[in-house]
């Protein structure tokens, strides 16, 4: 769901490890954002980390091997959504920090999506950090249920796609600038149907789709 941070501390072993491992992150990073997946080398990575090359190239093999470490990094924050006492202003706050890291100058996550495209380890570890996210993101779909926002059976994925994709679509597809409450509104828009039961799960996708050949004896 939300991008990953430009800082995200680690859960691994300290000491030397650690220590070189946060260095050669911070680097990739800083290399991605200024040059992007094109310019990024292990040679610069290496040298901006101050470490030796051997060392990036042992632990890391490749440049697809760094961005997947980059993104599982992301992974082993502490992050969570935010929480406002509201349907509405949590996804408004969600979407205003998703907004933030997107256009912010220059975007790491705009770049690390756009690498994840270029590298099949990175476009995995991205995959992992969007499943990451959405996990931890569902805590706002259940708090709306229990505070009686939204049905039960809201399915909190759909919704939170609902909610977040206008931003993605307009800051990274089309590339153009973030319009005034354009944040505020996805998040609006998403609640309002939410809340008219336009993400309630059906008794079929409870039960899963009818295979083929029940279809067809239906249909006979």
């Known amino acids: 769901m939300t991008p990953p941070p430009e800082r995200a501390p680690g859960r691994r072993p300290g000491g030397r490890t650690a220590r070189v491992r946060a260095q050669v992150l911070e680097a990739v990073r800083a290399e991605l954002g200024e040059h992007g997946y094109e310019g990024l080398t292990m040679e610069a990575v290496a040298a901006r980390a101050g470490v030796h090359r051997a060392t990036v190239y042992r632990r890391w093999q490749d440049v697809g091997g760094l961005l997947a470490d980059v993104l599982d990094a992301a992974g082993e924050d502490d992050w969570g959504p935010p929480d406002t006492g509201s349907l509405l202003g949590d996804l408004t706050a969600l979407n205003e920090e998703i907004q933030e890291s997107l256009v912010?100058?220059?975007?790491?996550p705009q770049a690390l999506m756009a690498a994840a495209f270029r590298s099949a380890r990175a476009a995995e570890a991205q995959q992992r950090l969007w499943e990451d996210r959405y996990a931890r993101c569902e805590a706002v779909v259940g708090r709306a249920v229990e505070r009686g926002e939204l049905p039960p059976d809201t399915d909190a994925r759909e919704l939170l796609i609902a909610a977040t994709a206008p931003?993605?679509?307009?800051?990274?597809?089309?590339?153009?600038?973030?319009?005034?409450?354009?944040?505020a509104r996805a998040a609006t828009a998403a609640a309002l149907a939410a809340r008219a039961g336009a993400f309630?799960?059906?008794s079929q996708d409870e039960a899963g789709a009818p295979d083929e050949a029940d279809a067809a004896d239906e249909a006979g």
Do not use: C, I, K
Request: zero cysteines.
């Open 200 to 202: 309630r799960r059906s």
């Open 167 to 183: 931003l993605y679509h307009q800051l990274v597809l089309l590339r153009t600038p973030a319009a005034p409450r354009s944040a």
């Open 104 to 108: 912010v100058q220059p975007s790491v």
